[in-house]
Protein backbone atom coordinates (compact mmCIF):
# COMPACT_ATOMS: atom_id res chain seq x y z
CA UNK A 1 0.00 0.00 0.00
CA UNK A 2 1.70 3.65 -0.75
CA UNK A 3 1.65 5.77 1.68
CA UNK A 4 1.07 9.26 1.71
CA UNK A 5 5.14 10.47 2.49
CA UNK A 6 5.42 8.28 -0.62
CA UNK A 7 3.10 10.39 -2.63
CA UNK A 8 3.68 14.03 -1.07
CA UNK A 9 7.17 13.40 -0.47
CA UNK A 10 9.14 15.33 2.34
CA UNK A 11 6.48 18.05 2.26
CA UNK A 12 4.29 15.55 4.09
CA UNK A 13 5.95 15.56 6.99
CA UNK A 14 5.39 19.36 7.80
CA UNK A 15 2.19 18.87 7.17
CA UNK A 16 1.50 16.42 9.37
CA UNK A 17 2.70 17.89 11.71
CA UNK A 18 0.68 21.03 11.51
CA UNK A 19 -2.42 19.15 11.25
CA UNK A 20 -1.78 16.64 14.45
CA UNK A 21 -0.07 19.51 16.22
CA UNK A 22 -1.32 19.17 19.84
CA UNK A 23 -2.22 21.88 22.56
CA UNK A 24 0.14 21.28 25.77
CA UNK A 25 -2.59 20.86 28.86
CA UNK A 26 -3.32 24.49 30.02
CA UNK A 27 -2.10 26.38 27.28
CA UNK A 28 -3.91 28.86 25.30
CA UNK A 29 -4.34 27.48 21.21
CA UNK A 30 -2.22 29.32 18.47
CA UNK A 31 -4.40 31.93 16.62
CA UNK A 32 -7.69 33.48 16.80
CA UNK A 33 -9.42 32.67 19.73
CA UNK A 34 -13.34 31.38 17.79
CA UNK A 35 -16.29 33.35 18.40
CA UNK A 36 -18.60 32.24 20.70
CA UNK A 37 -21.38 30.27 20.20
CA UNK A 38 -24.47 31.91 18.61
CA UNK A 39 -22.21 35.04 17.80
CA UNK A 40 -22.09 36.74 14.31
CA UNK A 41 -18.54 37.06 13.05
CA UNK A 42 -18.08 40.22 10.18
CA UNK A 43 -16.38 40.20 7.72
CA UNK A 44 -14.05 43.15 6.55
CA UNK A 45 -13.45 43.60 2.58
CA UNK A 46 -10.19 42.32 1.71
CA UNK A 47 -8.01 45.33 1.03
CA UNK A 48 -6.77 43.74 -1.84
CA UNK A 49 -10.00 43.06 -3.33
CA UNK A 50 -11.20 46.50 -3.11
CA UNK A 51 -8.00 48.05 -4.54
CA UNK A 52 -8.45 45.61 -7.63
CA UNK A 53 -12.32 46.63 -7.98
CA UNK A 54 -11.67 50.28 -8.07
CA UNK A 55 -9.00 49.98 -10.52
CA UNK A 56 -11.08 47.80 -12.69
CA UNK A 57 -13.66 51.36 -12.43
CA UNK A 58 -10.30 53.44 -13.47
CA UNK A 59 -9.08 51.57 -16.50
CA UNK A 60 -12.63 51.14 -17.57
CA UNK A 61 -13.45 54.77 -17.58
CA UNK A 62 -10.58 55.66 -18.60
CA UNK A 63 -10.70 53.44 -22.21
CA UNK A 64 -14.16 55.45 -22.92
CA UNK A 65 -12.16 58.18 -22.18
CA UNK A 66 -9.51 57.57 -24.71
CA UNK A 67 -12.08 55.86 -27.07
CA UNK A 68 -13.90 59.30 -27.28
CA UNK A 69 -11.01 61.50 -28.13
CA UNK A 70 -9.92 58.67 -30.55
CA UNK A 71 -13.63 58.87 -32.22
CA UNK A 72 -13.34 62.80 -32.11
CA UNK A 73 -9.67 62.60 -33.35
CA UNK A 74 -10.67 60.28 -36.18
CA UNK A 75 -13.48 62.36 -37.44
CA UNK A 76 -11.53 65.63 -37.20
CA UNK A 77 -9.05 64.03 -39.69
CA UNK A 78 -11.86 62.28 -41.69
CA UNK A 79 -13.65 65.61 -42.53
CA UNK A 80 -10.56 67.44 -43.05
CA UNK A 81 -8.96 65.27 -45.29
CA UNK A 82 -12.26 63.65 -47.33
CA UNK A 83 -13.55 67.78 -47.40
CA UNK A 84 -10.20 68.28 -49.51
CA UNK A 85 -11.42 65.21 -51.85
CA UNK A 86 -14.78 66.77 -52.25
CA UNK A 87 -16.39 64.03 -49.48
CA UNK A 88 -18.84 64.82 -46.76
CA UNK A 89 -18.40 62.11 -43.39
CA UNK A 90 -19.22 63.20 -39.95
CA UNK A 91 -19.00 60.02 -37.78
CA UNK A 92 -20.04 62.26 -34.76
CA UNK A 93 -22.75 64.06 -35.96
CA UNK A 94 -26.21 62.87 -36.08
CA UNK A 95 -28.50 63.30 -38.90
CA UNK A 96 -25.80 63.45 -41.76
CA UNK A 97 -26.83 62.45 -45.06
CA UNK A 98 -25.16 59.41 -46.18
CA UNK A 99 -25.30 57.22 -49.37
CA UNK A 100 -24.99 54.08 -49.53
CA UNK A 101 -24.45 51.54 -53.10
CA UNK A 102 -27.57 49.21 -52.87
CA UNK A 103 -26.45 46.85 -56.00
CA UNK A 104 -23.82 48.05 -58.17
CA UNK A 105 -24.40 47.99 -62.10
CA UNK A 106 -24.37 50.04 -64.56
CA UNK A 107 -22.68 53.39 -63.67
CA UNK A 108 -24.47 55.49 -66.54
CA UNK A 109 -27.32 54.67 -64.95
CA UNK A 110 -28.18 55.30 -61.25
CA UNK A 111 -31.72 54.53 -59.28
CA UNK A 112 -31.65 56.23 -56.12
CA UNK A 113 -33.78 55.17 -53.09
CA UNK A 114 -35.32 58.14 -51.14
CA UNK A 115 -36.92 57.85 -47.99
CA UNK A 116 -39.91 59.57 -46.08
CA UNK A 117 -40.15 58.37 -42.12
CA UNK A 118 -42.03 59.32 -39.37
CA UNK A 119 -44.21 62.50 -38.68
CA UNK A 120 -43.95 65.37 -41.14
CA UNK A 121 -43.43 67.99 -38.81
CA UNK A 122 -42.72 71.64 -39.52
CA UNK A 123 -39.11 71.29 -37.02
CA UNK A 124 -36.90 69.06 -36.15
CA UNK A 125 -37.93 66.80 -33.20
CA UNK A 126 -35.98 67.34 -30.18
CA UNK A 127 -32.32 66.38 -30.82
CA UNK A 128 -33.75 64.35 -33.69
CA UNK A 129 -33.44 65.98 -37.74
CA UNK A 130 -36.91 66.03 -38.38
CA UNK A 131 -38.78 63.94 -41.55
CA UNK A 132 -39.27 66.90 -43.48
CA UNK A 133 -36.08 68.50 -43.16
CA UNK A 134 -34.19 65.07 -43.65
CA UNK A 135 -36.60 64.59 -46.74
CA UNK A 136 -35.66 68.12 -48.17
CA UNK A 137 -31.68 67.26 -47.78
CA UNK A 138 -32.41 64.21 -49.62
CA UNK A 139 -33.71 66.27 -52.30
CA UNK A 140 -31.11 68.29 -52.40
CA UNK A 141 -28.97 65.52 -52.95
CA UNK A 142 -30.28 64.02 -55.80
CA UNK A 143 -29.38 67.10 -57.73
CA UNK A 144 -25.35 66.04 -57.59
CA UNK A 145 -26.90 62.86 -58.81
CA UNK A 146 -24.99 62.37 -62.05
CA UNK A 147 -26.75 59.65 -64.70
CA UNK A 148 -29.86 59.68 -62.43
CA UNK A 149 -32.33 58.33 -64.08
CA UNK A 150 -35.78 57.00 -61.22
CA UNK A 151 -36.03 57.95 -57.72
CA UNK A 152 -37.72 55.26 -55.49
CA UNK A 153 -39.43 56.84 -52.43
CA UNK A 154 -39.17 54.91 -49.32
CA UNK A 155 -42.51 55.81 -47.18
CA UNK A 156 -43.01 54.69 -43.67
CA UNK A 157 -45.13 58.00 -42.45
CA UNK A 158 -48.45 58.67 -40.54
CA UNK A 159 -48.47 62.15 -42.11
CA UNK A 160 -48.02 65.10 -40.38
CA UNK A 161 -48.73 68.63 -40.42
CA UNK A 162 -50.72 69.72 -43.92
CA UNK A 163 -48.80 72.65 -44.75
CA UNK A 164 -45.44 70.55 -44.88
CA UNK A 165 -46.84 67.59 -46.61
CA UNK A 166 -48.12 69.84 -49.08
CA UNK A 167 -44.30 71.74 -49.20
CA UNK A 168 -42.58 67.94 -49.62
CA UNK A 169 -45.07 67.06 -52.45
CA UNK A 170 -44.28 69.91 -54.88
CA UNK A 171 -40.78 69.23 -53.75
CA UNK A 172 -41.01 65.95 -55.09
CA UNK A 173 -42.46 66.99 -57.79
CA UNK A 174 -39.79 68.97 -59.03
CA UNK A 175 -38.00 66.25 -59.22
CA UNK A 176 -37.86 65.50 -63.19
CA UNK A 177 -36.99 61.79 -63.49
CA UNK A 178 -39.50 59.14 -63.37
CA UNK A 179 -40.43 58.02 -59.83
CA UNK A 180 -41.98 54.78 -57.71
CA UNK A 181 -43.35 55.15 -54.24
CA UNK A 182 -43.09 52.47 -52.12
CA UNK A 183 -45.33 52.05 -49.09
CA UNK A 184 -43.97 50.34 -46.24
CA UNK A 185 -45.45 49.56 -42.73
CA UNK A 186 -48.10 52.43 -43.22
CA UNK A 187 -48.04 55.43 -45.56
CA UNK A 188 -51.32 57.12 -44.39
CA UNK A 189 -52.77 60.64 -44.94
CA UNK A 190 -50.25 63.17 -45.10
CA UNK A 191 -47.33 59.90 -45.87
CA UNK A 192 -50.25 59.41 -48.88
CA UNK A 193 -50.29 62.90 -49.73
CA UNK A 194 -46.55 62.93 -50.49
CA UNK A 195 -46.29 59.62 -52.61
CA UNK A 196 -49.07 60.53 -54.83
CA UNK A 197 -46.65 62.90 -56.69
CA UNK A 198 -45.17 59.66 -57.59
CA UNK A 199 -45.60 57.99 -61.29
CA UNK A 200 -46.09 54.27 -59.76
CA UNK A 201 -47.12 53.19 -56.06
CA UNK A 202 -46.41 50.07 -54.86
CA UNK A 203 -47.69 48.76 -51.47
CA UNK A 204 -46.33 46.01 -49.27
CA UNK A 205 -48.68 43.21 -48.60
CA UNK A 206 -49.55 44.16 -45.42
CA UNK A 207 -48.92 47.79 -45.59
CA UNK A 208 -51.40 50.21 -44.75
CA UNK A 209 -52.52 53.26 -46.85
CA UNK A 210 -55.10 55.98 -47.24
CA UNK A 211 -56.25 57.59 -44.25
CA UNK A 212 -57.36 60.48 -46.80
CA UNK A 213 -58.58 63.58 -44.81
CA UNK A 214 -57.94 66.46 -42.30
CA UNK A 215 -57.89 66.74 -38.34
CA UNK A 216 -58.12 69.93 -36.47
CA UNK A 217 -57.14 69.32 -32.84
CA UNK A 218 -56.39 71.43 -30.07
CA UNK A 219 -55.87 70.56 -26.48
CA UNK A 220 -58.20 71.62 -23.83
CA UNK A 221 -57.15 72.45 -19.97
CA UNK A 222 -60.26 74.60 -18.56
CA UNK A 223 -62.02 72.41 -16.63
CA UNK A 224 -58.95 71.38 -15.08
CA UNK A 225 -57.77 74.87 -14.14
CA UNK A 226 -61.25 75.40 -13.02
CA UNK A 227 -60.54 72.75 -10.33
CA UNK A 228 -56.99 74.34 -9.47
CA UNK A 229 -58.24 77.86 -9.21
CA UNK A 230 -56.18 78.83 -11.89
CA UNK A 231 -57.50 81.31 -14.71
CA UNK A 232 -56.11 82.87 -18.13
CA UNK A 233 -56.41 86.31 -18.13
CA UNK A 234 -56.77 87.45 -22.30
CA UNK A 235 -56.91 90.58 -24.08
CA UNK A 236 -57.57 90.74 -27.38
CA UNK A 237 -58.17 92.63 -30.59
CA UNK A 238 -61.14 90.62 -32.31
CA UNK A 239 -63.28 87.88 -31.28
CA UNK A 240 -62.08 85.40 -32.82
CA UNK A 241 -58.07 86.03 -32.23
CA UNK A 242 -57.99 83.37 -28.89
CA UNK A 243 -59.75 80.76 -31.66
CA UNK A 244 -59.24 77.28 -30.27
CA UNK A 245 -57.23 78.59 -27.02
CA UNK A 246 -56.59 75.66 -24.49
CA UNK A 247 -57.86 77.87 -22.26
CA UNK A 248 -61.53 78.10 -22.42
CA UNK A 249 -64.41 76.09 -24.21
CA UNK A 250 -64.78 76.93 -28.50
CA UNK A 251 -68.19 78.39 -28.97
CA UNK A 252 -70.31 77.27 -32.17
CA UNK A 253 -69.21 80.05 -34.27
CA UNK A 254 -65.86 78.94 -33.66
CA UNK A 255 -66.38 75.05 -34.53
CA UNK A 256 -67.88 76.45 -38.41
CA UNK A 257 -65.12 78.77 -38.68
CA UNK A 258 -62.59 75.97 -38.33
CA UNK A 259 -64.74 73.31 -40.16
CA UNK A 260 -64.90 75.69 -43.06
CA UNK A 261 -60.99 76.15 -42.76
CA UNK A 262 -60.57 72.07 -42.59
CA UNK A 263 -63.34 71.56 -45.37
CA UNK A 264 -61.07 73.57 -47.87
CA UNK A 265 -57.74 72.15 -47.46
CA UNK A 266 -59.57 68.64 -47.87
CA UNK A 267 -60.91 69.55 -50.93
CA UNK A 268 -57.28 70.15 -51.80
CA UNK A 269 -56.18 66.63 -50.92
CA UNK A 270 -58.52 65.04 -52.42
CA UNK A 271 -57.82 67.31 -55.96
CA UNK A 272 -53.88 66.41 -55.72
CA UNK A 273 -54.88 62.60 -55.03
CA UNK A 274 -57.37 62.90 -57.81
CA UNK A 275 -54.61 64.06 -60.27
CA UNK A 276 -51.73 61.79 -58.86
CA UNK A 277 -53.74 58.79 -59.53
CA UNK A 278 -55.97 59.80 -62.45
CA UNK A 279 -58.78 59.15 -60.84
CA UNK A 280 -62.59 60.99 -60.72
CA UNK A 281 -63.07 63.01 -57.24
CA UNK A 282 -65.91 61.49 -56.70
CA UNK A 283 -63.90 57.95 -56.71
CA UNK A 284 -61.50 59.75 -54.38
CA UNK A 285 -63.92 61.16 -51.94
CA UNK A 286 -66.13 57.37 -51.79
CA UNK A 287 -63.01 56.37 -49.71
CA UNK A 288 -61.96 59.90 -48.48
CA UNK A 289 -63.34 59.55 -44.95
CA UNK A 290 -60.50 58.86 -43.07
CA UNK A 291 -60.32 54.90 -43.75
CA UNK A 292 -57.41 53.19 -44.04
CA UNK A 293 -56.92 50.65 -46.07
CA UNK A 294 -54.34 47.17 -46.45
CA UNK A 295 -52.82 46.45 -49.84
CA UNK A 296 -55.61 44.59 -51.73
CA UNK A 297 -58.30 46.75 -50.70
CA UNK A 298 -56.10 50.30 -51.63
CA UNK A 299 -55.38 48.54 -55.28
CA UNK A 300 -58.97 47.52 -55.93
CA UNK A 301 -59.64 51.26 -54.98
CA UNK A 302 -56.95 52.79 -57.42
CA UNK A 303 -55.02 54.39 -54.27
CA UNK A 304 -52.02 52.12 -55.62
CA UNK A 305 -50.88 50.09 -58.60
CA UNK A 306 -49.29 47.15 -57.47
CA UNK A 307 -48.33 45.02 -54.29
CA UNK A 308 -44.95 44.03 -54.04
CA UNK A 309 -41.45 44.60 -52.23
CA UNK A 310 -38.71 46.83 -52.53
CA UNK A 311 -37.33 44.71 -55.46
CA UNK A 312 -40.20 45.11 -57.50
CA UNK A 313 -40.38 48.99 -56.73
CA UNK A 314 -37.32 49.07 -58.09
CA UNK A 315 -37.68 47.04 -61.16
CA UNK A 316 -40.73 49.14 -61.99
CA UNK A 317 -38.11 52.35 -61.37
CA UNK A 318 -36.29 50.80 -63.92
CA UNK A 319 -38.82 50.10 -66.46
CA UNK A 320 -40.87 53.55 -66.65
CA UNK A 321 -36.73 55.01 -66.79
CA UNK A 322 -36.02 52.66 -70.23
CA UNK A 323 -33.21 51.16 -68.42
CA UNK A 324 -32.03 47.76 -66.73
CA UNK A 325 -28.67 46.99 -64.03
CA UNK A 326 -28.84 50.55 -63.00
CA UNK A 327 -26.56 51.23 -60.30
CA UNK A 328 -28.97 51.73 -56.82
CA UNK A 329 -28.07 53.40 -54.21
CA UNK A 330 -29.81 54.60 -51.17
CA UNK A 331 -30.00 57.86 -49.63
CA UNK A 332 -30.28 58.37 -45.73
CA UNK A 333 -29.08 59.95 -42.25
CA UNK A 334 -27.29 58.52 -40.33
CA UNK A 335 -27.48 58.41 -36.09
CA UNK A 336 -23.56 58.96 -35.83
CA UNK A 337 -21.40 57.38 -33.02
CA UNK A 338 -22.92 59.61 -30.13
CA UNK A 339 -26.19 58.33 -31.44
CA UNK A 340 -25.47 54.73 -32.04
CA UNK A 341 -24.09 54.87 -28.30
CA UNK A 342 -27.25 56.38 -27.35
CA UNK A 343 -25.65 59.52 -25.77
CA UNK A 344 -27.91 62.13 -27.94
CA UNK A 345 -29.50 64.61 -26.25
CA UNK A 346 -33.20 63.88 -24.58
CA UNK A 347 -36.00 66.44 -25.33
CA UNK A 348 -36.79 67.79 -21.49
CA UNK A 349 -40.28 66.76 -20.22
CA UNK A 350 -41.22 70.37 -19.92
CA UNK A 351 -40.99 70.61 -23.57
CA UNK A 352 -42.49 67.66 -23.77
CA UNK A 353 -45.75 68.99 -22.43
CA UNK A 354 -45.52 72.67 -23.86
CA UNK A 355 -45.27 70.69 -27.40
CA UNK A 356 -48.54 68.59 -26.60
CA UNK A 357 -50.07 72.00 -25.85
CA UNK A 358 -48.87 73.45 -29.12
CA UNK A 359 -52.15 73.55 -31.43
CA UNK A 360 -50.37 72.84 -35.02
CA UNK A 361 -53.58 73.46 -36.86
CA UNK A 362 -54.83 71.23 -39.82
CA UNK A 363 -53.18 68.29 -40.21
CA UNK A 364 -53.19 65.05 -42.72
CA UNK A 365 -52.17 62.81 -40.50
CA UNK A 366 -53.64 59.29 -39.11
CA UNK A 367 -54.63 58.81 -35.46
CA UNK A 368 -54.64 55.50 -35.45
CA UNK A 369 -52.56 52.48 -33.86
CA UNK A 370 -49.25 52.04 -35.57
CA UNK A 371 -48.07 48.39 -36.50
Known sequence: MVSESEIFGEDWKGLDDEVHAVTPEGAAPAGPTPPPSGATTKREPHPASSGKLRGCLVTGLAGIGALVVV????????????????KNIFLMKSGSLERNVVRAGDSASVVAIISLHGIIEHRSMGSRMGAASAFIEQLEALKNEKNLKAVVLDVDSPGGSATMSDVLHHRLGEVQVPKVALLGNI??????????????????????????????????????????????????????????????APDEREIILIQRTVDVIFERFVSVVAQGRNMKV???????????????????????????YEEDAIAEAEKLAGVSNATIVRYGTSPGILGLLGLQARTQPLHEIADAMYVRGPMFLYRGPMK
Open 71 to 86: LVLVNTVAVFVLGLLG
Open 187 to 248: AASGGYYVAASCDKLVSHPTGVTGSIGVIFEAPQVYSLMDKIGVGMFTVKSGDYKDMASPFR
Open 282 to 308: DDVKAVADGRILVGTDALAAGLIDAIG
